[in-house]
């Protein structure tokens, strides 16, 4: 991706000359007269960043505009650096470069895309993170209109992937839909579905021995007992192994077996296998709707799908391709799905297969016979053992890719078999999604862009009521809030956990750095590992209060708790008498509070024990927040009762000092020496 800069004035230059420096290799400042040199970067480039106004822009590219999907998406960015504006191609990446360059230069983005404007994401990055592709651009147009209309849209969203909150209009059960968003396969039993075997259950599910030409080209070229594995052999020619054109998107429906031929299998509404975000599926309605009012349907493909292959040595990379688009094709999916091959670490070198992963863009995934040979798979064969030391290669290796992925797996195309190769295709099931989000201390400016990113992207919020009123503004439309009060932490741990765990796109918010003294713990005490865990650091109280002071943790310290909730005084004492010997500088969380007001003193007194009386000491209430108090003082002259429960308190090493009236703690540097 190529990002040409354009530049008119010196400033624009300077500011173009930034963008080069952060992005090596990415952007260029094309040089020239600036009309030429625009006309060039918009005609030569992938995306374009003018350091000239909007209109002047405009002027000079109205006549090269051909079609939104096509032309490069275009920027504007004032001479001062205050603005980015996404100008052209706002949904085909200039939105996205806009908020790239103020990342950079600094300033605000401005986005001017209606459904941006309002809220809602765009639907050709909608669930972008995921990995999630719009299968088919044509209905984006319409679809998107119906979502800013507020028509009733359909979700349809069988596996659960964890989505970001969707307008009001968009529901798992929205009657008469206007339009139909569908994720993952189709939800209706797809026409080119043939008796299968037993997907992912062990051996003894294979059925009985079919005949079959024996092909034996090599290892894992042993004929396959599976019975929709091979076209010659079997005498009906079944859907899903004719290479007939018959995408996911568009289906034949059989017509022995459709009541009606009007709709494809993503307009059905299907009982969702895996339950779709929160709501009942509707019962299957009669598919009566005519061709007029059948819903427009946007169609994302989730990369769920690995395929595993075996090969003859010398198989040609034409046979390969061609076998995993039968496999594809059998499982009513795109290739788009694809996420990586998975085949025996023999064949890490075979031309055939590396020539195919390369030309799908996939990475090859390698593992030794050992491995494959633990996996339970319909097709075993004893050839292939004999000869490789796994009775599987191609089912195996896609079943141990999608477990090494982390993630439930299954099996949707047992083993086929061509001349030379085999294929088979494992399934990944998506899991939900746990982010733990700092805030920070409590300055929104210092609460970081990772944090923000979380928060819009979650389908539902759990926290401290404090602290979600504080992000309530950041959060999307549709977003569900789960607030409780003080003293509440495990509940909020087990919801966040378990919405997580129901497929569910979960942050769990705490002020400074979540994992600090806070929910991170207790959150993931509970987790198993059917959910996916995002930290998201924050600024913890002990770094805003230094920088507060000055330099106070400039050297080795320790963070310490005062609060005797959860761990018993003896257990603390030992900690500061540890720390105080130790010569840390000890920052204390939960200094004090109406019913523990002894404690701070007696630990101060313990620090005291082994540093000088002018050890400074300062103390931070409410950092960052409207009514922070910075306090500056000494050990002799600290006084433990003018702190509270929302102070953090930072006392000083031997070797800390006030220099200019500022606490730092120095670290020995010899800048000469080194
Ligand atoms: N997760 C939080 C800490 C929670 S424990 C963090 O990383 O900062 C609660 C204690 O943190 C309070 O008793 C106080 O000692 C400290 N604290 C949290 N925010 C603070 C702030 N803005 N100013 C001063 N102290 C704060």
């Known amino acids: 991706m190529t990002i040409a800069l354009v530049a008119a004035t010196a400033r624009g230059r300077a500011a173009a000359e930034d963008l080069v420096r952060a992005w090596p290799g990415r952007a260029t400042l094309v040089e020239g007269p600036v009309g030429d040199a625009l006309r060039t970067a918009f005609t030569s480039y992938d995306q374009v960043v003018a350091f000239l106004a909007v209109g002047a822009t405009v002027r000079v590219l109205a006549p090269l505009l051909a079609d939104k999907t096509t032309d490069p998406p275009v920027v504007c960015v004032d001479e001062s650096r205050r603005y980015a504006v996404a100008v052209l191609g706002t949904h085909h990446g200039a939105d ?59 979700l349809e969203n069988p596996d659960a992937w964890p989505l970001p909150p969707l307008p009001a209009n968009v529901t798992p059960d929205a009657p008469n839909p206007a339009a139909i968003i569908h994720i993952g396969p189709p939800t209706t039993t797809a026409p080119t579905s043939t008796p299968e075997p037993a997907l992912g259950a062990a051996p003894e599910a294979t059925p009985g021995p079919t005949p079959e030409p024996a092909l034996g080209h090599g290892p894992d070229s042993t004929p396959s007992s599976t019975p929709s594995s091979t076209p010659s052999s079997t005498p009906e020619p079944t859907p899903s192994s004719t290479p007939e054109p018959t995408p996911s998107s568009t289906p034949e429906p059989t017509p022995s077996s459709a009541p009606e031929p009007t709709l494809g299998p993503v307009h059905g509404t299907a009982p969702a296998p895996g339950g779709s975000r929160g709501s009942a599926p509707a019962p299957a309605p009669a598919p009566q709707v005519s061709r007029e009012t059948t819903p427009v349907t946007l169609r994302y493909d989730p990369p769920d799908l690995i395929v595993g292959v075996g090969s003859a040595r010398g198989v040609p990379a034409d046979e390969v391709d061609a076998l995993i688009d039968t496999v594809i094709q059998e499982s009513g999916r795109a290739p788009a799905s694809l996420r990586a ?96 989000v700092g805030l920070g201390p409590g300055d929104p400016d210092l609460l970081t862009p990772a944090a923000r990113t979380e928060l819009a992207r979650a389908s539902d919020v759990v926290g401290l009521d404090q602290y979600l009123d504080q992000v309530r503004a950041l959060l999307r439309a549709g977003t569900t809030v789960h607030s409780s009060g003080l003293g509440q932490e495990e509940e909020r741990a087990r919801t966040a956990v378990h919405l997580a765990a129901e497929g569910r796109a979960v942050a769990l918010i705490g002020s400074g750095d979540a994992g600090v003294y806070a929910m991170a713990a207790p959150a993931l005490e509970m987790a198993g590992p059917d959910i996916d865990v995002v930290g998201v650091p924050g600024i913890t109280a002990a770094t805003a209060a230094s920088g507060l002071l000055g330099a106070a943790l400039g050297h080795d310290h320790a963070l310490i708790s005062l609060s005797d909730l959860h761990t018993p005084w003896p257990a603390i004492e030992r900690r500061v008498r540890a720390a105080a010997e130790a010569d840390l500088v000890v920052c204390f969380y939960n200094p004090r509070s109406r019913g523990r007001d002894w404690q701070l003193g007696h630990a101060i007194g313990l620090l005291g024990a082994h540093r000088p009386p002018t050890t400074p000491v300062g103390y931070v209430r409410e950092a960052t927040r409207p009514e922070q108090q910075v306090t500056l003082t000494t050990l002799d002259a600290f006084d433990p009762s003018e702190v509270d429960m929302r102070t953090v308190v930072i006392v000083g090493s031997s070797q800390s000092r006030l220099v200019s009236g500022r606490f730092v703690t120095p670290r020995g540097y010899r800048w000469a020496d080194a």
Do not use: C, M
Request: aromatic share 2%; proline share 8%; hydrophobic share 50%.
């Open 96 to 154: 996205a470069l806009a908020h790239e360059v103020t990342a950079v230069l600094g300033g605000e983005p401005v986005i001017t895309t209606a459904s941006d404007a309002a809220g809602v994401p765009p639907l050709d990055s909608f669930a972008a993170h995921l990995g999630l592709r719009v299968a088919d651009r044509a209905p984006l147009a319409q679809v998107g209109a119906a979502l800013l209309s507020g028509a009733p849209i359909r």
């Open 341 to 436: 091959i998975a085949t025996l670490d023999l064949k890490s070198d075979e031309p055939g297969i590396l020539e195919a992963a390369r030309r799908r863009d996939l990475p090859l995934l390698t593992y030794p016979a050992a491995d494959l040979a633990t996996e339970q798979v319909p097709t075993p064969s004893e050839t292939v053992r004999a000869a490789v030391g796994t009775p599987s290669v191609a089912e195996a290796a896609a079943l141990r890719a999608a477990r090494d992925a982390g993630r439930a797996a299954e099996l949707v195309v047992a083993k086929h078999t061509t001349r030379n190769a085999t294929a088979a295709l494992a399934r990944l099931r998506p899991r939900g999604r746990l982010a733990i």
